[in-house]
């Protein structure tokens, strides 16, 4: 797990492939939209457990750039492209 | 011995089992309203047990107790202000961790409580074994193990919640304990707000004020606004500490400390084989093979459902309308007579008609598919498209409703997130044709015009829902939010608790549609016993005749077909004296009427559905577009259908 000697790369959970595993480093909330739904996005996002420091695995996406269907603290979540953009993640290596 | 009266609320996570608990507990006796001025669902029934009468709380599935919906505002408030006996937290086994840090935050509301741990067989199956005796000490809450649509645990549950009421004593949950640095502060918040007065503890007013949350802060702005300048100020130097927000910090923290418990509690064993709900999930996810599974599976429930809605209405309306001559011998054929047979009698016939033959098969079979985990799929699978008119992928479940009929697709709205989703999601609905409408569609242009053209006005309707669609969702102010969906596990789905559903369902459309069903028919009987049918019709036909090109009875049959849709049919019939369309009307004309009937207005039960969920200003704002759309597009349809032909 301590993938220390590796080389440690921070990339959008988007980039990730099928099967592989990242560590959450950040959110990168939207801010305005005048909604202020950019503390909610985060929030929420938090509140489902991917939380920095969380190991998430992607599975699967759908086809036509459709939303990513990732592994997270024992539960199976579908998190939308635009979403799953705006979470980094070092990616894991085996 | 007077009965004494208890409070218990169940919370929990979306999909742990919460409502089969509920149905479980309180049997027949619930009551499905909403929370006070606000469109979220609140069910609540009652039971008695051992000389009580427990008054049963089911709260909505939520993840957290922030402020992110209003369903999570509304429980909070609840579990603080309204304070019942015990609060009964289902847990599911399956999905430990995730589960405790929503009981971490009921904790921190310092409510008496229990902890439900539901599904113990779906976890057994995943290989995950808890112990719960060690949960209950770790947590310090008692911990009953469930199989809930077995009904294993639920007597002990009740048993269990009676005992810490009676017993009194202030449950002594363990603290939830955060870093150092971060307990620092909250302990210098803490003792600033044990000053003032308010209705959560000042222990979670600190924490919550550290993380920033909306609704607390501006309560306590109001109170004392140097508590809030202190939060924000020692928000800031966590921030610095940590790297990361405040609020970012205390949910990590929280989430590290379920982790914590959930790993001490539970043992993985490696699953004794693939089980099939996974096969079953890689299937029906599939980038390929899951749009012909979903394809198949809906046109089967589409079919099945017509076939068996067509059947029974006819069956029902055959048995009602059989009563018409007795009814005649009594009240006699003048105008008494006429008004409650037609106006009266009809209505209710009309909404018997559409609601038992296709209301209810829909609904046992949307509760089941939803219950089973595969509404969760499709909407994985369709969250693309979706995007396309700003909405995400669980809008495509009210837009299926809304082929059955838009009165419960506009109701189930509700499962997207923000008002402005609801909104945009409700619209479309609305032009999705509903089985009335597919009875004209069939029914006209199938039968006299070519199966060929029913169907491409099908395909037609999709564009006009995409292209609205769209223009509506760049019209309406605001960002359109991403798909956040848990999709559990297969599961075999509870049939009472669907049939329960169901049957609320059913209630809250009879509550909605049949009241306005009857008094629109009413209203129109009303004015053809007073011969006010004709000059109306002469009146629209500068509209009808000259803009559609479409004889001037079919604005009567335009009027009558807000009641429900497929009475333009049916009066078409009677005001031509024939059932053989192509006689009276020509292609192109049944085509634009056809048309004109699929758009040019919500029909009134789902008008008073827009009015109950928007406000009366949107839905008329809904329905007046509606109608200035349907009469363009007719117009220009006859134009170009006459060119082409």
Redesign the interface.
């Given at each position: 797990m301590e993938g220390r000697n590796s080389k440690r790369l921070k990339v959008p959970l988007t980039a990730l492939r099928n099967g592989e595993r990242g560590i959450v480093t950040s959110i990168k909330a939207g801010r305005g939209g005048g909604w202020g739904r950019g503390w909610g996005f985060e929030k929420r996002l938090m509140d489902m457990g991917l939380t920095p420091g969380t190991r998430v695995q992607v599975v699967k996406s759908a086809p036509f750039h459709g939303p990513l269907e990732i592994l997270v603290r024992g539960s199976r979540l579908a998190l939308g492209r635009g979403m799953a953009e705006r979470i980094f993640v070092e990616i894991e290596k085996e | 011995m007077t009965e004494r009266k208890l409070v218990i609320a169940l919370a929990g996570n979306a999909n742990v089992g919460k409502s089969v608990i509920f149905n479980y507990l309180t049997g027949l006796h619930q009551h499905i309203g909403n929370w006070p001025g606000k469109t979220v669902e609140r069910a609540e029934g009652t039971l008695h047990f051992k000389g009580y009468t427990i008054d049963i709380i089911d709260l909505p599935g939520i993840?957290?107790l922030?402020t992110?919906s209003l369903e999570e505002l509304i429980s909070r408030k609840y579990i603080a202000v309204e304070r019942p006996d015990v609060v009964i937290n289902v847990v599911d086994a399956?999905?430990?961790?995730?589960n405790l840090?929503f009981t971490l935050q009921l904790m921190e509301l310092e409510t008496p409580m229990i902890i439900a741990l539901n599904q113990m067989d779906i976890a057994k199956k995943k290989g995950i074994e808890i112990d719960t005796e060690k949960l209950e000490k770790l947590l310090g809450i008692p911990v009953i193990s469930t199989v809930a649509i077995k009904g294993v645990g639920i007597f002990k549950l009740l048993e269990k919640a009676i005992e810490i009421i009676e017993k009194g004593e202030k449950a002594k949950p363990v603290e939830v304990k955060y870093g150092e640095e971060v307990e620092d502060r909250i302990a210098r918040i803490t003792k600033m707000v044990e000053k003032i007065q308010f209705w959560y503890p000042p222990r979670y007013v600190a924490v919550k004020l550290l993380e920033?949350d909306?609704e607390i802060s501006k309560e306590v702005q109001g109170m004392d606004p140097t508590i809030i300048s202190t939060a924000e100020k020692l928000a800031a130097e966590i921030e610095k500490l940590h790297g990361?927000?405040c609020?970012?910090v205390i949910?990590?923290e929280r989430?590290e400390i379920a982790?914590c418990i959930a790993r001490e509690a539970q043992k993985l064993v490696p699953p004794i084989k693939a089980p099939i709900e996974e096969r079953l999930?890689t299937l029906t996810?599939h980038?390929?093979l899951?749009y012909p599974i979903m394809a198949v599976s809906l046109l089967l429930v589409f079919y099945s459902i017509f076939t068996f809605g067509d059947h029974t209405s006819e069956l029902l309306s055959n048995f009602f309308y059989g009563w018409e001559p007795i009814f005649a011998s009594i009240f006699g054929i003048e105008i008494v007579g006429k008004l409650v047979w037609g106006g009266i009698i009809e209505g209710v016939i009309a909404g018997v008609t559409i609601a038992l033959p296709y209301i209810v098969p829909f609904y046992i079979i949307l509760y089941f598919l939803e219950d089973s985990g595969y509404l969760?799929r499709i909407?994985?699978?369709m969250?693309?498209a979706m995007?396309k008119i700003g909405l995400?992928?669980k809008a495509f479940i009210p837009i299926m409703l809304g082929y059955g009929c838009n009165v419960p697709a506009c109701l189930g709205c509700r499962i997207m997130e923000?008002e402005r989703e609801r909104l945009l999601a409700a619209f479309v609905t609305t032009l999705v044709p509903c089985a009335a409408r597919t009875v004209i569609i069939l029914g006209l242009v199938g039968e006299f015009v070519g199966i060929q053209w029913a169907l491409m006005l099908y395909v037609f309707d999709l564009l006009v829902i995409f292209a609205l669609g769209r223009l509506a969702f760049r019209t309406l102010?605001?960002?359109p939010?991403?798909?956040?969906?848990?999709?559990?596990?297969y599961r075999v789905p509870h049939p009472k608790t669907v049939l329960k559903q169901t049957w609320f369902r059913l209630a809250e459309f009879i509550k909605i549609a049949f009241p306005l069903i009857i008094i629109g028919s009413l209203a129109i009987k009303l004015a053809e016993v007073l011969g006010l049918l004709e000059p109306i019709a002469t009146a629209l036909s500068p509209v009808t005749v000259v803009w559609l090109g479409l004889p001037a009875i079919t604005g009567i049959t335009l009027i009558f077909g807000v009641l429900r849709k497929e009475l333009t049919l049916i009066m078409l019939a009677t005001l031509l004296g024939t059932t053989n369309f192509a006689q009276v009307l020509t292609p192109v004309q049944i085509i634009v009427f056809t048309l004109v009937a699929m758009f040019y207005i919500p029909c009134i039960a789902t008008i008073t559905a827009l009015v109950r969920e928007f406000g009366w200003k949107k839905a008329l704002f809904i329905t007046v577009s509606e109608i200035v759309f349907a009469i363009s597009l007719g117009g220009v349809a006859l134009r170009l259908l006459t060119l082409t032909t």
């Open positions: - | 993840y957290s922030s992110y399956s999905v430990l961790e995730r840090f920033g909306e990361h927000s609020s970012t949910t990590s989430y982790g999930h996810t980038k390929i899951g969760s909407a994985f699978l969250d693309n995007h995400h992928g923000t102010p605001g960002e939010t991403a798909l956040i969906m848990e999709m559990h596990d």
